[in-house]
């Protein structure tokens, strides 16, 4: 991370020194080329100005025509490198390394946020990347565009034309077979099916994660395969919806004829956007995608798990943590296996997509539901309030997988104490959520100097010091400042007032309106979907991109018409909206965090609320000592997750995923040898 902050600063000096540069030589004509060359060789040739414009414009033509897609391409990541500079309060990207310095590579990712999934990977990635969308969203106007404009594949997915079976199934494991050991899936009969035909997927409606690929059909009964895992949901069969068999050859032909020419393709392998705090079973194509660039064309493409993390995906100005892991490539001894075709395909295929699965859950930050992934981050926090984005990926990694493991050692059934502290974090987490604060800012109710990194037991030991006097004499003190903050609050608040009124706040209560109305139009039309939160920030950056300008357009057509300014003072103002606007923006954003840090110190002083904000501090420390202590207990059963520095996520999150026994704890003489990082 250093080393990418110094070259981009180094990159930063350049440029300006090159502009810089090329100033000076065109304010002074005694050393401007393009003069000098003119002195010399116009009394030679006759040559003239013209002549060089013509010759200039022509080559640009000729740059523009024959790399119009590069040029365009660059154009679009710009824009939207832009779009998200002001839809996003920060972009932390980590793992740049593991990303080939050239030639074809595929990106997976997961699928959290819908549009701006694929603007996020592009913007942070330095190669050009062709993603695969759905046909459903190529045929949308504007998203069509720019997909067109990216270089992106359409690809037409069976659920997106998904009908209703008729009937009730009954499953049951194929008479006389049972799933071998090394089997990733199992057949089954399928009855009561008799609208779908061999290749077509029933997916089963009392879990839509669930489908059955018909492979066979005869004497009355169909024949399927269903994930081993879903073997025994799967039995309960019941109502099912149908998705037809899409031919997929034409899409694999553009996608290995563009990775052989060393293009990088992006790819979402769950299929669709989400909400949920997991990834959903992983589509197969990507790994056909692989094992064909590598059976026709002889090239093993590295597959680069991508994390999109975000925080507070749906709301603006949120943060965002992009996060490249480690490259995964196809072991070529399996080649042959994939060749035989049949079910030893399907294995060594299956094999791929448990790597990549493990790939892309070891940068992303995984849990059950959304309150325990709240708790997760709350306990980080509690751990160590500063860090960097790959230090709170990694603790946030750790506290997950860590309770996943005890969950499973204990049968899960969490012990005594783990299941207390859980309940006491979900009591200060709902304070908290009650009172309208945030976790960093309970430490600052202590005293003027909570803010500062202390340890623990020093906060601890200065609290029990503390006489009432002195704590009454500090929170004057204290209170003397919120004046001051009220003040710069408004003062922020006015200066962004103007223009944010005019040119912001439509916009912005039409794109939630807009966003929540598509909001729950993808949710009806769902199977995965929890609240539909995964395409509110997309639907409100394609809502702005088209009317923003439409505004400043009304807005110039009413200067044009209804005022008396000249042109030249309507051309100045149509130019500076964007400018204003941007600075409304930011000023806004100035404003809203100040509320946030003013609001602890007005709520301290309504007598309703200060007595539960006075105990906040003590309660947080009081939590910070058991979290350590919980962790000290219960830490050397975890492994090398609570004792190495460095952990390879995509080995650990596989033992995790396929041995429910947690990993063996180093020997007794490495122990003491080893730093604890948890």
């Not at 448990?354 to 539901?369: H, L, Y």
């Not at 783990?418 to 600052?444: A, H, R, S």
Request: glycine letters at 8%.
């Amino acid at each position: 991370m250093a080393y990418n902050r110094l070259m981009s600063e180094l990159d930063g000096t350049k440029t300006q020194l090159c502009v810089l540069i090329v100033s000076l030589f065109l304010l002074l004509d005694s050393i401007n080329p393009m003069k000098l060359f003119l002195h010399v060789f116009t009394p030679l040739i006759g040559v003239t100005p013209f002549h060089l414009v013509t010759i200039i414009l022509a080559l640009l033509g000729y740059l523009f025509v024959s790399e119009f897609r590069e040029m365009l391409y660059f154009g679009v990541k710009v824009f939207f490198h832009s779009i998200l500079s002001i839809f996003f309060s920060s972009i932390e990207t980590t793992g740049l390394q593991n990303i080939p310095i050239d030639g074809p590579a595929i990106f997976v990712g997961n699928h959290a946020n819908q549009f701006v999934d694929g603007i996020m990977l592009m913007s942070t990635c330095q190669h050009k990347v062709s993603f695969l969308v759905a046909e459903k969203s190529w045929n949308r106007r504007v998203i069509g565009d720019f997909a067109w404009a990216m270089g992106a594949v359409p690809v037409s997915r069976s659920q997106d034309s998904a009908t209703e079976g008729k009937g009730t199934l009954t499953i049951t494991l194929l008479p006389g077979d049972s799933p071998a050991a090394g089997a990733s899936s199992a057949k089954v009969v399928v009855q009561g099916c008799h609208d779908a035909t061999v290749g077509d997927k029933i997916r089963l409606k009392i879990d839509p994660c669930i489908t059955i690929k018909l492979t066979s059909e005869g004497e009355g009964k169909k024949v399927g395969e269903v994930a081993k895992e879903h073997l025994e949901k799967s039995l309960k069969g019941g109502k099912y919806d149908i998705l037809k068999r899409v031919d997929q050859s034409q899409v694999y032909a553009k996608v290995l004829s563009k990775l052989e020419k060393g293009g990088c393709i992006g790819i979402f392998p769950e299929g669709g956007s989400h909400d949920r705090t997991d990834l959903l079973p992983l589509k197969v194509g990507v790994a056909l995608i692989a094992y064909a660039a590598l059976e026709k064309r002889g090239l093993n493409i590295p597959i680069i798990p991508v994390g999109l993390n975000y925080f507070s995906s749906h709301r603006f100005r949120g943060r965002c943590v992009v996060e490249f892991g480690a490259a995964i490539n196809i072991d070529e001894v399996t080649l042959p296996e994939y060749r035989a075709g049949g079910d030893r395909k399907k294995a060594v295929c299956s094999g791929l997509l448990k790597d990549i699965q493990d790939g892309m859950r070891s940068v992303i930050v995984t849990a059950p539901d959304y309150d325990v992934l709240k708790h997760i981050h709350t306990a980080r926090r509690l751990w160590k309030r500063t860090a960097g984005a790959q230090e709170k990926q990694d603790l946030n990694r750790r506290f997950a997988l860590g309770l996943q493991k005890l969950l499973m050692k204990f049968d899960q059934k969490p012990p005594k104490k783990l299941e207390v502290f859980m309940n006491e974090l979900k009591v200060y987490q709902k304070t908290l959520d009650e009172l309208g604060i945030k976790d960093y800012q309970v430490p600052t109710l202590a005293s003027e100097g909570a803010g500062e990194e202390t340890t623990n037991v020093q906060r601890m030991m200065r609290s029990a010091s503390m006489t009432l006097e002195s704590e009454e004499a500090e929170e004057i003190l204290e209170d003397i400042k919120v004046p001051y903050r009220i003040a710069h609050l408004l003062f922020t608040i006015f200066v962004a007032a103007i223009p944010s009124i005019f040119l912001n706040l439509p916009i912005g209560l039409l794109s939630n309106l807009y966003a929540e109305k598509k909001r729950k139009k993808a949710l009806a039309a769902s199977k995965v979907k929890i609240r539909g939160m995964d395409v509110l920030l997309s639907e409100k950056v394609m809502f702005c991109i088209v009317m923003v300008p439409a505004l400043w357009l009304f807005y110039l057509f009413l200067l044009l018409f209804l005022t008396n300014l000249d042109y030249e003072a309507t051309l100045l103002f149509f130019v500076s909206m964007p400018i204003a606007a941007y600075a409304g923006i930011m000023v806004t954003e100035s404003g809203m965090v100040d509320y946030k840090d003013i609001k602890p110190w007005l709520m301290k002083l309504h007598p309703a609320t200060r007595k539960r904000l006075r105990q906040l501090p003590k309660t947080r420390m009081a939590l910070v000592q058991k979290l350590r202590e919980f962790v000290g207990e219960f830490g050397p059963q975890l492994g090398e997750i609570y004792y190495e520095q460095e952990v390879d996520w995509k080995k650990v999150q596989g033992e995790a995923s396929s041995d429910l026994s947690p990993p063996p704890s180093p020997n007794k003489g490495s122990q003491k040898e080893k730093k604890k990082n948890i």
